[in-house]
């Protein structure tokens, strides 16, 4: 029997179901501009009957991509104003970004790397070997955080030759991979490939991106567990979307999910302001709204950080809920509290 192929055009979507014929030419126009590839795993997930399926509207290109809004950016988070050298972006002061490769096992219709990522190509030798020397030179670099595309669409071998020349750099301690490969293509967790991805002498996570507890199949947790029972901590990463995790039921059929399988969830993004996204973009106050329904109605394991990448490269900030008032001033200050459940408590308690 054949081997099911990756989906990477909107003629191979329309054979199988996913778009109808009549759409495929304003698809093209899509795929032309950004990359398309859908994975056996995701597409068997799809259902062919739901106009809103929510693994189809990450992953099946939309017209609506063509459709770019004055205030987004073709680099939203402003990679490239912290990039020192190609592969290397050095936003923070104790962590550096390491883009091995721009490609993905899947390509998501909200990714904020949309115009960078799908050319068929690694970070070529020369300019990996610059960039290990960049964090080599650099001491106050503590974390190196593996990312692209995706680094574990790369052979064993590369990802190994990559982890032994970190492992060999004494002030690097962390070692993170961000990973969409355990859903898109678990069978691509071999055990050649999870000893390649681990670092003697430093601590490696695992960092999954996950949306919909749809996609944590049979298959994607047993690639999970295999990362989990070789000693790498796992972390969830979601970007909260439209029509795919925005209501509270499944945002916590999600969070609970990913803390089934060892996953401790840790970021749940405000989707970034890419070209072409609006369609999938919330407010922030139904991100708010969202983390309220999760506090106290599910497992403090349960809980991500809401966090907004600020556009042109500020960094990371918490943008959850507020749940903590002072009132008074100097020395009769107080704080009114809100409890999960929406009442109001003075702290201290008044005597």
Same mark, same amino acid.
């Given at each position: 029997?054949?081997?099911?192929?990756?989906?990477?055009?909107?003629?191979? $979507?329309?054979?199988?179901?996913?778009?109808?014929?009549?759409?495929?030419?304003?698809?093209?126009?899509?795929?032309?501009?950004?990359?398309?590839? $859908?994975?056996?795993? /995701?597409?068997?997930?799809?259902?062919?009957?739901?106009?809103?399926?929510?693994?189809?509207?990450?992953?099946?290109?939309?017209?609506?991509?063509?459709?770019?809004?004055?205030?987004?950016?073709?680099?939203?988070?402003?990679?490239?104003?912290?990039?020192?050298?190609?592969?290397?972006?050095? !936003? *923070?002061?104790?962590?550096?970004?390491?883009?091995?490769?721009?490609?993905?096992?899947?390509?998501?219709?909200?990714?904020?790397?949309?115009?960078? &990522?799908?050319?068929?190509?690694?970070?070529? !030798? =020369?300019?990996?070997?610059?960039?290990?020397? *960049?964090?080599?030179?650099?001491?106050?670099?503590?974390?190196?955080?593996?990312?692209?595309?995706?680094?574990?669409? $790369?052979?064993?071998?590369?990802?190994?030759?990559?982890?032994?020349?970190?492992?060999?750099?004494?002030?690097?301690? &962390?070692?993170?991979?961000?990973?969409?490969?355990? &859903? =898109?293509?678990?069978?691509?967790?071999? =055990?050649?490939?999870?000893?390649?991805?681990?670092?003697?002498?430093?601590?490696? *996570?695992?960092?999954?991106?996950?949306?919909?507890?749809?996609?944590?199949?049979? =298959?994607? !947790?047993?690639?999970?567990?295999?990362?989990?029972?070789?000693?790498?901590?796992?972390?969830?990463?979601?970007?909260?979307?439209?029509?795919?995790?925005?209501?509270?039921?499944?945002?916590?059929?999600?969070?609970?999910?990913?803390?089934?399988?060892?996953?401790?969830?840790?970021?749940?993004?405000?989707?970034?302001?890419?070209?072409?996204?609006?369609? /999938?973009?919330?407010?922030?106050?139904?991100?708010?709204?969202?983390?309220?329904? $999760?506090?106290?109605?599910?497992?403090? /394991?349960?809980?991500?950080?809401?966090?907004?990448?600020?556009?042109?490269?500020?960094?990371?900030?918490?943008?959850?809920?507020? *749940? /903590?008032?002072?009132?008074?001033?100097?020395?009769?200050?107080?704080?009114?509290?809100?409890?999960?459940?929406?009442?109001?408590?003075?702290?201290?308690?008044?005597?």
């Amino acid at each position: 029997m054949p081997k099911p192929q990756i989906l990477r055009s909107p003629a191979q $979507l329309r054979d199988h179901g996913l778009v109808p014929p009549e759409r495929v030419d304003a698809l093209d126009e899509v795929a032309r501009r950004y990359a398309v590839a $859908l994975p056996p795993a /995701l597409a068997a997930l799809i259902d062919r009957g739901d106009a809103r399926d929510p693994i189809a509207r990450q992953f099946v290109p939309d017209a609506c991509e063509l459709e770019a809004r004055p205030q987004e950016l073709a680099d939203p988070i402003g990679d490239d104003a912290h990039s020192p050298l190609p592969g290397i972006v050095h !936003r *923070y002061p104790d962590r550096v970004l390491l883009k091995l490769t721009q490609i993905c096992a899947v390509y998501c219709r909200f990714c904020f790397r949309r115009e960078t &990522v799908g050319k068929p190509d690694a970070l070529p !030798r =020369a300019a990996l070997d610059a960039a290990l020397d *960049y964090i080599r030179s650099r001491a106050g670099i503590w974390e190196v955080i593996l990312t692209g595309g995706d680094p574990l669409v $790369l052979s064993a071998g590369r990802l190994r030759e990559v982890m032994k020349a970190l492992a060999a750099i004494d002030h690097v301690k &962390v070692v993170r991979i961000h990973t969409r490969v355990p &859903v =898109a293509e678990p069978e691509r967790i071999s =055990a050649e490939l999870v000893r390649a991805m681990k670092a003697k002498g430093k601590a490696v *996570y695992v960092a999954v991106h996950v949306n919909h507890p749809r996609e944590l199949t049979a =298959a994607a !947790r047993a690639a999970i567990a295999r990362i989990a029972d070789a000693g790498m901590p796992l972390l969830g990463q979601s970007v909260l979307l439209a029509g795919v995790n925005d209501t509270p039921e499944v945002m916590s059929a999600l969070m609970r999910a990913l803390v089934e399988c060892r996953i401790k969830p840790y970021y749940l993004h405000h989707a970034d302001l890419a070209p072409g996204t609006a369609h /999938l973009r919330t407010d922030i106050e139904t991100g708010q709204e969202l983390m309220r329904a $999760l506090r106290g109605h599910a497992s403090g /394991l349960c809980q991500p950080t809401y966090v907004l990448d600020i556009p042109g490269g500020a960094g990371k900030s918490p943008i959850g809920p507020h *749940y /903590l008032e002072r009132v008074g001033a100097n020395g009769s200050a107080r704080y009114v509290v809100e409890d999960f459940r929406g009442q109001r408590h003075h702290y201290p308690p008044p005597l």
